[in-house]
């Protein structure tokens, strides 16, 4: 059975870095697709972007591209969001995801995911 466990949120301030991990077990790591997710107070659960199996091929939602970086460690079966100057509005529960990989391009909604994991809270203080 796919299991994935995140860890590594925390409370920081606007304009600091934080590294979010994402443990997997029970499969073969590199033909899964990973995504990361965020879900604030009262809101959906949204796409924060997501790698390939070999960690080639990145997508991002646009207000945190060039701010997130979502890369992945094969031989350590796990993955990683780096979060760099980090706003307010980043505040959110951070899910971390997994499915076998198709098109990765379509991957970008909670539906075409079928592992979760329990989430991280990340709080952002201005």
């Known amino acids: 059975q796919v299991q994935v466990v995140e860890s590594g949120g925390g409370l920081v301030q606007a304009g600091d870095s934080l590294t979010l991990s994402c443990a997997f077990s029970?499969?073969?790591?590199?033909?899964?697709?990973m995504a990361w997710f965020r879900q604030g107070p009262r809101k959906e659960r949204k796409f924060v972007g997501s790698?390939?199996?070999?960690?080639?091929?990145?997508y991002y939602e646009d207000s945190v591209k060039g701010r997130f970086i979502i890369s992945r460690d094969n031989a350590k079966n796990t993955a990683y969001l780096q979060l760099n100057n980090v706003r307010p509005e980043d505040t959110a529960v951070y899910y971390c995801?997994?499915?076998?990989?198709?098109?990765?391009?379509?991957?970008?909604?909670?539906?075409?995911?079928?592992?979760w994991g329990q989430g991280t809270q990340v709080t952002v203080s201005s």
């Open positions: 029970g499969g073969t790591f590199g033909t899964y697709a």
């Open positions: 790698i390939n199996g070999s960690g080639g091929t990145t």
């Open positions: 995801a997994a499915n076998i990989q198709t098109t990765l391009s379509t991957m970008r909604t909670p539906d075409k995911y079928n592992y």
